[in-house]
C-alpha cells in the first residue's frame, strides 16, 4: 500500500490518472480550532443551511471541517476564488452537492474520521468517492455483521485481520458516496469481490458494481480509498502539494 507521508500535516495531495486526463485534489483539514472565523468563508447558504440544522458539536465540526476542505480543494483548480464564493450544499439524499461561480462540471465527495475531514474534488465526467477511517480504530466487530460470507472469509485469511476489514469498509464507503445513495443501499449489495495488490498500492474490486475500483493508501495514521471507473486506469501519481 501507498504510504504518501507520515506527516499528519498534511494539505493537498494531486491525484493524476493514466490515460486521460483527470486530475484530482484531495484537501485535508483537522480541528476546527484552527479554521478561520466561519464568517469570513462560508457562503451564505451555507451559514443559512448551519443554522437550520440544529446541529450538534460534533456534526458542527463536521460540517465546518468538510466545507474548509472542499474549498480548498477547489481553489487548487480554479484560483482567483473567494472561499465565500464556493458553496458545498446538501442533496435530497444529504450528498453534497458543489456550487462554484463560472465552473461547472465539478463534483466534490466529503468524507470524516475523528477531528479530521479530506474532501475530493473531481470532474463530473470521471465519477468518485472517498473515504478516510482512522487506522487504528478497532473496527471488525463493529462492522462484521454488514458484511458477506465472501468479505468475511477475506478477513479470516488476512495476517492484519483488522486492516483488512478496514479497507472493505472504507471500499464501500467510497462506492456508497459514487453512487450517491450512502448507506441507504444495504451494505451487502456493495460487496468487495477481492483486494489484490499491484506494484506498491491496493486496489479492491466489486462484485456487483463491476465498472468501479478502489484504490488505498495511508496517510500517517489514516486510510484513504478512492472508487472510481474501473477503464483500466489508477493513480500515476498522488504527490504532495502543500503542507500546513
Keep these: 500500500m501507498q504510504v504518501i507521508t507520515d506527516n499528519k500535516a498534511i494539505k493537498k495531495i494531486r491525484c493524476q490518472f493514466q490515460g486521460k486526463c483527470y486530475a484530482s485534489f484531495l484537501s485535508f483539514s483537522e480541528k476546527k480550532e484552527h479554521l478561520p472565523n466561519p464568517k469570513s468563508w462560508l ?3 451555507e451559514q443559512l443551511l448551519l443554522n437550520r440544522e440544529c446541529l450538534s458539536e460534533k456534526r ?7 466545507r474548509w476542505a472542499a474549498k480548498q480543494a477547489v481553489i487548487e483548480i480554479i484560483p482567483n476564488l473567494r472561499l465565500k464564493e464556493i458553496a458545498v450544499l446538501k442533496g435530497a439524499l444529504g450528498q453534497p452537492v458543489l456550487s462554484v461561480p463560472c465552473a461547472e462540471n465539478w463534483s466534490v465527495s466529503i468524507s470524516h474520521a475523528e ?8 470532474p463530473e465526467a ?3 468517492g472517498l ?6 480504530s478497532n473496527i471488525y466487530q463493529t462492522v462484521e455483521s454488514a458484511l458477506s460470507r465472501k468479505e468475511r472469509l477475506q478477513v479470516s485469511i488476512s ?3 483488522n486492516l483488512c476489514a478496514l479497507q472493505i469498509w472504507s471500499a464501500k464507503e467510497a462506492l456508497a458516496k459514487v453512487l450517491k445513495l450512502g448507506f441507504s443501499l444495504s451494505p451487502q449489495i456493495l460487496e468487495v469481490s477481492n483486494i489484490s495488490k499491484e506494484k506498491n498500492h491496493l486496489r479492491a474490486f466489486y462484485q ?4 468501479y475500483n478502489a484504490q488505498f493508501f495511508l496517510l500517517a495514521d489514516m486510510l ?9 486506469m489508477h493513480p500515476t501519481t498522488l504527490s504532495l502539494v502543500e503542507h500546513y
Design 126 to 128: 470521471f465519477p468518485m
Design 159 to 161: 495476517s492484519d485481520k
Design 131 to 136: 473515504d478516510i477511517e482512522c487506522k487504528k
Design 224 to 232: 484513504v480509498a478512492l472508487c472510481f471507473p474501473n477503464e483500466n
Design 208 to 211: 456487483k458494481f463491476d465498472m
Design 60 to 66: 458542527k465540526n463536521e460540517f465546518l471541517l468538510g
Design 43 to 45: 457562503h451564505p447558504e
Design 115 to 122: 477531528n479530521q475531514a479530506a474532501a475530493l474534488l473531481f
